[in-house]
């Protein structure tokens, strides 16, 4: 996939304008209903990629050979990696929806909070996707406008609504990285539970805090109960990001 291109000119076979773009294609009846090979059916495949072997996995030679196709048949619906991993994108940002009924501004943004970790643990892959691939894809901006909109009439000015939905956003990212990463670390240094990590850490840690240096961290170790309980963590912060946000505003 390396220094694959977006079209600098033709259309790689698929009868489509260079400037088309993407998600219209998406949206456009196929040519021909009767093939199997769609934009929906290469994002769906390239996911199951990324989730059974890992983001470095999701090459346009493996996805071929998953779709049972020549590779240059998926060309002819990608440009290339660019394309793919938007696809991408796309197919798991379509997971993130809650109910029509829940209307309330804390509620829906709670709500997008946990499906985000939901998503992030079920794709640990999506932290490695590109930065310039969180914009604009329909799915994407179908969470930004739902939790926008939970948020409009409440007396904030149109910035104001952007920095409360990009502050949940923000953190439930963040967070979810973070436990992402801390679960891969602590699988592959071969430990399964909270117990195993402290007990394959307290070398290190014994001679950390018996330097002194460390009485609070030190306390924590020693009397906190909830040191593997990461949905309480999550939810918590969660809660104080809200928190914050309806004393900021005011809502």
């Known amino acids: 996939m390396a220094g694959e291109k977006k079209h600098s000119g033709g259309d790689s076979g698929t009868g489509q304008q260079p400037d088309t773009s993407?998600?219209?294609?998406?949206?456009?009846?196929?040519?021909?209903?009767?093939?199997?090979?769609?934009?929906?059916?290469?994002?769906?495949?390239?996911?199951?990629?990324?989730?059974?072997?890992?983001?470095?996995?999701?090459?346009?030679?493996?996805?071929?050979?998953?779709?049972?196709?020549?590779?240059?048949?998926?060309?002819?619906?990608?440009?290339?990696?660019?394309?793919?991993?938007?696809?991408?994108?796309?197919?798991?940002?379509?997971?993130?929806?809650i109910p029509d009924e829940v209307t309330a501004w804390r509620e829906v943004l709670r709500a997008f909070g946990l499906l985000t970790r939901d998503m992030m643990l079920r794709h640990p892959w999506v932290g490695q996707l590109p930065t310039r691939l969180f914009v604009l894809t329909p799915g994407r901006l179908a969470v930004a406008e739902r939790q926008l909109a939970a948020l409009d009439g409440l007396g904030l000015d149109e910035d104001a609504m952007m920095?409360?939905?990009?502050?949940?956003?923000?953190?439930?990212?963040?967070?979810?990285?973070?436990?992402v990463a801390l679960r891969e670390w602590t699988q592959s240094a071969g430990w399964s539970s909270g117990d195993e990590t402290r007990l394959g850490l307290a070398p290190q840690m014994m001679y950390l805090m018996e330097t002194g240096r460390y009485p609070t961290y030190r306390r924590y170790g020693l009397r906190a109960t909830r040191k593997d309980d990461a949905t309480?963590?999550?939810?918590?912060?969660?809660?104080?990001?809200?928190?914050?946000?309806?004393?900021?505003?005011g809502i």
């Open 163 to 179: 920095v409360a939905f990009r502050t949940v956003s923000a953190f439930a990212h963040g967070a979810a990285q973070s436990e």
């Open 22 to 97: 993407l998600w219209q294609r998406l949206e456009q009846p196929a040519a021909a209903p009767r093939t199997s090979l769609t934009l929906e059916r290469i994002g769906a495949v390239a996911v199951e990629i990324a989730d059974a072997d890992g983001f470095a996995a999701v090459t346009m030679r493996r996805l071929a050979t998953e779709l049972g196709v020549a590779p240059m048949a998926a060309y002819r619906h990608v440009s290339g990696k660019d394309d793919l991993w938007a696809l991408m994108a796309e197919r798991v940002a379509t997971e993130m929806r």
């Open 232 to 249: 309480w963590a999550f939810e918590t912060g969660l809660d104080c990001v809200l928190d914050g946000l309806a004393a900021r505003f």
